[in-house]
């Protein structure tokens, strides 16, 4: 098996993306379990996955489409699902909420889903293999997971207290995956 052959789905590139996706089953595991540290820790090591699989499929020419279906899917899980289930959790956990209200937030997370995925599906219906734009349309999704973590911060740290408050940041951060917003490519 050749890491460096951009047709096996288990090369060097492919290999990054699969540990990335065992990162964010493994965190969403540890959130449910109510073990947030180890959840961020794992949705770090998967964010830092995903960052070198893209810069190994650009340096040995592992670009392909099925590499570029499997990253989205594996931004899916630890960017955009992951990192919902953890503010979802950690506000239930720290905030007391009502049924109402989490209700609403539950909602809102669903909300959020759905505009990542519509977010990571467009990306892909404008992406080549091999291609990086100077710039992302829209917040990129990893970019969104960061900006749900620092609500979790905001939540356990006590500074947020309110569903409802969540709720709203969460919208505009739904929102703004699929705005016009400009964002360099690093």
Same mark, same amino acid.
């Given at each position: 098996?050749?890491?460096?052959?951009k047709?096996?789905?288990?090369?060097?590139?492919?290999?990054?993306?699969?540990?990335?996706?065992?990162?964010?089953?493994?965190?969403?595991?540890?959130?449910? %379990?109510?073990?947030?540290?180890?959840?961020?820790?794992?949705?770090?090591?998967?964010?830092?996955?995903?960052?070198v699989?893209? %810069?190994?499929?650009?340096?040995?020419?592992?670009?392909?489409?099925?590499?570029?279906?499997?990253?989205?899917?594996?931004?899916?899980?630890?960017?955009?699902?992951?990192?919902?289930?953890?503010?979802?959790?950690?506000?239930?956990?720290?905030?007391?909420?009502?049924?109402?209200?989490?209700?609403?937030?539950?909602?809102?997370?669903?909300?959020?889903?759905?505009?990542?995925?519509?977010?990571l599906?467009?990306?892909?219906? %404008? $992406?080549?293999?091999?291609?990086?734009?100077?710039?992302?349309?829209? $917040?990129?999704?990893?970019?969104?997971?960061?900006?749900?973590? $620092?609500?979790?911060?905001l939540?356990?740290?006590g500074?947020?207290s309110?569903?409802?408050?969540?709720a709203?940041?969460?919208?505009?951060?739904?929102?703004?995956?699929?705005?016009?917003? %400009?964002?360099?490519?690093?």
């Amino acid at each position: 098996m050749d890491l460096f052959d951009k047709d096996n789905r288990f090369n060097a590139a492919n290999l990054v993306t699969y540990l990335n996706i065992t990162m964010g089953v493994m965190a969403i595991y540890f959130i449910v %379990k109510g073990d947030f540290f180890t959840a961020i820790v794992l949705a770090w090591i998967g964010g830092a996955c995903d960052i070198v699989d893209g %810069k190994l499929a650009r340096k040995y020419n592992l670009s392909t489409e099925f590499g570029i279906q499997l990253d989205s899917f594996a931004d899916f899980l630890s960017f955009v699902v992951m990192p919902a289930f953890l503010l979802f959790y950690a506000v239930k956990q720290y905030s007391g909420m009502t049924g109402i209200e989490e209700l609403v937030l539950g909602l809102v997370f669903i909300w959020y889903i759905i505009n990542g995925l519509i977010r990571l599906v467009e990306f892909n219906l %404008k $992406v080549d293999a091999g291609e990086v734009a100077k710039f992302f349309e829209g $917040v990129p999704t990893p970019l969104g997971a960061i900006l749900l973590w $620092v609500l979790y911060l905001l939540t356990a740290y006590g500074l947020i207290s309110s569903g409802y408050i969540i709720a709203f940041m969460v919208m505009v951060i739904a929102w703004s995956l699929n705005s016009n917003i %400009k964002i360099p490519h690093p």
